[in-house]
C-alpha cells in the first residue's frame, strides 16, 4: 500500500478503496474473495472495522444509538404529546441511549482498568499482580455488574421522575415492574460477579497452597540459572551450547520502540506465566521489557529438552577451569557475593554431594528442572479444568438464585415461593441426593486435601499407579502395565492416610493408651504444616492373649507431590511415635528392653529337653588321662604289650 508520508485528508479514502478484506488483521473481520459486494462504501465501512478498535467501536456505538434517538426526535417535532407508560418519548430515547452507550462504557471501563492498577499500584505494590490478573479474567463480568447498575440507576431520574401526574394505574404498575425488574437483573449481575471471583480466589488459593513448595524451588532454580547464564558467554568452536539471541537493530522511531518493548512484555509474560500459572509473582523483575533478557533465555531454554541440555553445556563451559573436567563451587563463587549462597547454588547440581559437578550432572539437574517445570503446567491445567467444572455446578446454582431473585423482585409471595422450591427439592432429594454429596466429598477431595498431582507415584491397596489425569469427580491412573485406571475421588478421599501397626505387651493398661494419644496428638498439631490435627489408637486384636495388636495412621496433610519430603514426614512421625511409646512405658510383646544385655541371645528352634541334655553332657566334667604305671613293653616280633595301673590286667596287641 503505497502513498505520500504527509498528511492528506482523503489519503486514507483513497486506500480505503484498495483496502483488501482477506487481510485484515482481526480474524473476525476478515472475509474471503467475493463474499462482500466490492462497492467503494463497503470498502470503506470495513477498513474503519480494521484499523483500529476506536474506529470499530464509533461504528459499533454510533449508528445503534442514532437510530434510537428517532423516537425522541419524532416526539420533538412532530408528535410531542406522544408517550409510552405516560412518558415522552424524547426521555424513552435518552433512557435507551444511556443503556446502550452504557455498556460500550462499562466494557471499556473494565478494559482500561487492569491497565491502569498495573501502571499505578502494580509498580509500587508487587504483591497487587495477581489481583489484576483477575480484573483481566473478569472483565467481561465487571462490565456487566457495571451496565445493570447504571441502566437500573438512570431509570429512575429520567424515566420514573418524568412520568405525567396523571398517569394511570396501569402505566405506574407498568413502570414499576420495570424498575423492579432493573433491580432484580442488578442483583443477579452481583451474584455472577460474586461467583466468578469465588471461583478465581479457589483456584488462586489452590494454586499457592498446592504448588508453594514446588514453586519455590523452581523460582530459585531459575533465578541460579539466570545468574550464570548472565555472567556466561557464547562458546567459540562449539556448536552444542545454547546461543545468545538477536540483538536486533537500533531504531530511533518512538512507534517502533514502544512497539518491541510491548512485544517483549507479551513474550515475557507468556513464557512467566506458561511454567506458574497466574497465581505466581513475575519472576522477571526490572528485566521484563528486555525480549532478550537473561530472566526471559533461560525460561525459553526451560521449554524445550534440547535447549535445555544445550543450556547446561553453555554453563559448565562457561565457568569450568581450562583443562578440568569437573566444575567447583569455588569457580561460581564470585558471582553470588558469599559462600553461601554460592553452596546453595551448587547443591543445585551436585546431586551426590562429592563437591564437584560434571557435565553430564549439570545436564542432568537442569533436565529436572525442565521435567519440573512441565510437570507443573500439566498440573495446573488438569486443575484448571477441574476448576471449570466446579464452575460449571456454581453456573446452574446461579441460574436457580437467579430465578429465586427474580421472583422476589417481582413482590412474589417469598414464603409461598420457598415452600414450593423446598417441596420440589425435597422431592428431588432422592434422586440428586447422591450426586451432590459426591460432587462435595470431591470438590474437599481436590480442592482441600489435594493428595497428589498429575506424575505422582500413588501406593493404594490394588498396587502402585501414576497420576494421568485429575478431573473433578474422579482421577485417571496408568499402572505398571500401561493400562488407564480410573477411580472416583470418593473412594480415593478415603485413603489419605497410611496404616501404621505396631504390637505391645498384653499388660498394656488403658491409661497409657489414652496417655499415647494425648501425647501424639500435640505433636500432629504442633506440625500442622505436615499432618492434620487428629490422631486415634484401635485396639485391633489380642492373638493367643500374648500380646496387643495396634493400628494408627499417619494423616499427612499436603499432597504426596516429592516422595523425599513425604518420607521425611514419615519417619519424624514414627520417631515421635518411638519417643512416647518410651515415654508411657509401652513396651514391645517382649518386655521392657535390658539396657545392661550385650551381646547376642540364644534361640533354639527345637524342643528343649534334647538340647538341655545335651548341653548337660557337654558339661560334665572328664576325666584326666594318666599314664599307665608298667609303661610300655615292646617285643621283637612287632607286639606291644601295655600295663594298666593295674598289674593284673594286660591288652596285647599281636
Request: hydrophobic share 45%.
Amino acid at each position: 500500500m503505497s502513498g505520500s508520508n504527509s498528511w492528506d485528508l482523503f489519503a486514507g479514502a483513497r486506500r480505503a478503496a484498495r483496502f483488501d478484506s482477506a487481510n485484515a488483521s482481526q480474524a473476525h473481520l476478515a472475509f474471503a474473495d467475493g463474499d462482500i459486494p466490492k462497492t467503494p462504501l463497503v470498502r470503506f465501512y470495513n477498513y474503519l472495522l480494521n484499523v483500529s478498535i476506536v474506529t470499530r467501536w464509533f461504528l459499533f456505538i454510533v449508528p445503534p444509538a442514532c437510530l434510537l434517538w428517532v423516537p425522541g426526535i419524532l416526539g420533538l417535532t412532530k408528535f410531542p404529546d406522544a408517550t409510552i407508560w405516560s412518558v415522552k418519548l424524547v426521555w424513552w430515547s435518552v433512557w435507551l441511549s444511556v443503556a446502550w452507550v452504557g455498556w460500550w462504557g462499562s466494557l471499556a471501563f473494565s478494559m482500561l482498568l487492569p491497565v491502569f492498577v498495573r501502571a499505578t499500584l502494580g509498580v509500587v505494590a508487587v504483591g497487587l499482580r495477581q489481583y489484576i490478573e483477575w480484573l483481566t479474567a473478569l472483565k467481561r463480568y465487571i462490565s456487566l455488574f457495571g451496565w445493570t447498575l447504571a441502566i437500573w440507576v438512570s431509570f429512575q431520574p429520567v424515566i420514573n421522575a418524568h412520568k405525567s401526574a396523571d398517569a394511570s394505574s396501569s402505566s405506574r404498575t407498568a413502570l414499576s415492574f420495570i424498575s423492579r425488574l432493573l433491580f432484580g437483573l442488578y442483583i443477579c449481575a452481583a451474584v455472577l460477579l460474586f461467583e466468578k471471583f469465588s471461583v478465581q480466589w479457589i483456584a488462586t488459593k489452590f494454586h499457592e497452597d498446592s504448588y508453594s513448595e514446588r514453586i519455590s524451588h523452581q523460582k530459585f532454580a531459575v533465578n541460579v540459572l539466570t545468574t550464570l547464564y548472565r555472567f556466561s558467554h557464547d562458546i567459540p568452536g562449539r556448536m552444542d551450547t545454547l546461543k545468545d539471541g538477536p540483538a536486533g537493530k537500533i531504531t530511533t522511531d518512538p512507534r517502533r520502540i514502544v512497539k518491541r518493548a510491548l512485544k517483549g512484555v507479551r513474550s515475557v509474560a507468556k513464557t512467566t506465566t506458561t511454567v506458574f500459572g497466574n497465581v505466581a509473582s513475575e519472576i522477571a523483575g526490572s528485566s521484563i521489557l528486555q525480549p532478550n533478557s537473561p530472566q526471559a533465555m533461560v525460561q525459553t531454554a526451560l521449554e524445550s529438552t534440547n535447549k535445555t541440555r544445550l543450556l547446561a553445556r553453555r554453563l559448565f563451559y562457561s565457568f569450568v577451569q581450562p583443562n578440568a573436567d569437573v566444575l567447583y563451587v569455588t569457580d561460581i563463587y564470585h558471582l553470588f557475593g558469599n559462600q553461601m549462597d554460592a553452596d546453595l547454588a551448587f547443591t543445585l547440581f551436585d546431586k551426590d554431594g562429592n563437591g564437584d559437578v560434571s557435565r553430564d550432572e549439570m545436564e542432568i539437574a537442569c533436565l529436572e528442572l525442565h521435567r519440573e517445570q512441565l510437570s507443573l503446567e500439566r498440573s495446573i491445567a488438569d486443575i484448571d479444568s477441574a476448576v471449570g467444572r466446579l464452575d460449571n455446578i456454581l453456573m446452574s446454582l446461579w441460574v436457580l438464585i437467579a430465578i429465586l431473585i427474580i421472583a422476589v423482585t417481582l413482590e412474589a409471595q417469598l414464603a409461598t415461593l420457598v415452600t414450593a422450591a423446598g417441596t420440589f427439592i425435597l422431592g428431588l432429594s432422592w434422586l440428586i441426593g447422591g450426586s451432590l454429596s459426591e460432587v462435595l466429598t470431591s470438590i474437599i477431595f481436590l480442592f482441600i486435601k489435594h493428595p497428589f498431582d498429575v506424575g505422582d507415584r500413588v501406593d493404594l491397596t490394588t498396587g502402585s499407579y501414576t497420576v494421568k489425569q485429575i478431573d473433578l469427580l474422579s482421577t485417571i491412573f496408568l499402572d505398571s502395565n500401561g493400562t488407564l485406571v480410573q477411580a472416583p475421588n470418593t473412594q480415593l478421599s478415603t485413603m489419605m492416610s497410611e496404616p501404621f501397626v505396631f504390637d505391645v505387651a498384653f499388660d498394656t493398661t488403658f491409661e497409657q493408651i489414652e496417655e499415647l494419644r494425648k501425647k501424639m496428638l500435640e505433636f500432629v498439631s504442633a506440625n500442622g504444616r505436615d499432618y492434620q490435627p487428629t490422631f486415634d489408637i484401635v485396639v485391633s486384636d489380642i492373638p493367643a492373649q500374648e500380646k496387643m495388636t495396634l493400628s494408627t495412621s499417619i494423616m499427612y496433610k499436603s499432597n504426596w507431590q516429592q516422595g523425599a519430603i513425604k518420607s521425611r514426614r514419615r519417619n519424624k512421625w514414627i520417631c515421635a511415635m518411638k519417643q512416647y511409646l518410651a515415654e508411657c512405658e509401652i513396651y514391645g510383646p517382649s518386655g521392657k528392653p535390658d539396657p545392661e544385655s550385650k551381646g547376642p541371645q540364644e534361640y533354639t528352634l527345637v524342643p528343649w529337653d534334647e538340647v538341655k541334655h545335651k548341653k548337660d553332657a557337654l558339661a560334665m566334667p572328664m576325666p584326666s588321662p594318666t599314664m599307665p604305671s608298667g609303661g610300655w613293653q615292646l617285643s621283637g616280633d612287632g607286639s606291644a604289650e601295655f600295663s594298666a595301673c593295674c598289674p593284673t590286667s594286660r591288652f596285647l596287641s599281636g
